[in-house]
């Protein structure tokens, strides 16, 4: 347990560390960088990522994987979208919507527990279903001009710190729910024992089974927690692109994975924390920031995402390799 609180608190330092130093990079580099307006906007643009990043550390930290959630994301916009098309309103759409995530990450959970199937196979076939029910329902863009959803999309609050114009920014309102969803991810992993169990069950299955845990409930309320959180990113998501669209978020799972694993998260589980994953998403932002700033193609931002992740996994394998090499020599000296 000792080492695993280690590698986390190591590989959070880093993460945070990392994300100082390009934002001083940045700063230093370009002209307007250093500004609260773009500390915001790393908010503004990735709150959707953030939120889907904080629902897929829950199935990390258990040892699983979900790389469905790009999917939910895209199918939540495209039946918001067609059903407020239709008429239905936005506070009859928006809980059904988030209704479909709970229940698809039920059934995944409960595939994967109780059939004993590996989570990618389970989780790629969601993928495959709620990416062709996107297209059943609409191969266009359907836009969105329900009134609810523009005030959200268009909604922000001003923040002024002083009078120089680097001091001025504003925050949209729908990243108030990915504070929301940041603030009860930390109490629910740090001060729950659903929590406690997620990263009991990620160190060890069989050991959490002989402590009396409910192996079962913890791990299909983590791929609950997951589709959830994925269905409202594409709430999020539609907030921001008023629009639902099929071939949306392509790949995203795996910017959210990587925006756990480069927070710290292990992905052989037992390791892991939202405020990390919060922190690597807005290093993939400022990444994205600075490729803009130079004019460079925005390839070249998966391309430094692949490094960074590379070097992260390395590192943490370090750590626990020499973690383990401490406890031996202490369990030898005993």
């Not at 069989?206 to 845990?213: F, H």
Request: with cysteine.
């Amino acid at each position: 347990m000792k080492e695993k609180l280690r590698i986390k608190n190591i590989s959070l330092t880093m993460t945070i560390v990392l994300f100082l130093i390009m934002f001083i990079f940045g700063s230093v580099r370009y002209d307007h960088f250093f500004s609260l307006s773009t500390f915001l906007n790393l908010f503004n643009d990735n709150a959707y990522l953030m939120i889907a990043g904080i629902g897929i550390t829950f199935v990390l930290i258990t040892g699983g994987i979900d790389i469905s959630i790009s999917s939910t994301i895209a199918f939540t916009g495209v039946f918001m979208a067609y059903s407020l098309q239709k008429g239905i309103p936005s506070y009859v759409v928006i809980p059904v919507a988030l209704l479909i995530g709970i229940i698809v990450g039920a059934v995944q959970g409960s595939l994967i527990h109780y059939f004993r199937l590996q989570p990618f196979i389970v989780t790629l076939a969601g993928q495959f279903l709620m990416r062709g029910l996107c297209v059943v329902i609409s191969e266009a863009s359907i836009p969105i001009t329900d009134p609810f959803f523009k005030f959200m999309a268009l909604g922000r609050i001003q923040i002024k710190l002083g009078d120089s114009k680097a001091l001025n920014g504003k925050i949209y309102y729908y990243v108030l729910i990915f504070v929301a969803v940041l603030l009860i991810g930390l109490y629910v992993l740090k001060k729950t024992p659903f929590g406690r169990a997620v990263y009991a069950i990620g160190g060890s299955e069989q050991s959490a089974e002989l402590m009396g845990l409910n192996v079962a409930r913890t791990k299909i309320g983590a791929y609950i927690i997951s589709s959830f959180c994925a269905s409202l990113a594409g709430v999020v998501f539609s907030f921001y692109t008023l629009a639902g669209y099929g071939l949306q978020n392509m790949g995203m799972e795996l910017d959210a994975i990587s925006s756990a694993v480069i927070g710290g998260t292990l992905l052989t589980g037992g390791v892991g924390s939202v405020f990390g994953t919060a922190v690597g998403a807005m290093i993939q932002g400022i990444i994205q920031t600075i490729v803009t700033y130079e004019n460079l193609n925005t390839w070249w931002t998966k391309v430094t995402i692949a490094g960074l992740l590379c070097f992260f996994i390395v590192v943490q394998r370090i750590i626990a390799v020499r973690a383990e090499a401490m406890k031996g020599k202490e369990l030898a000296a005993a």
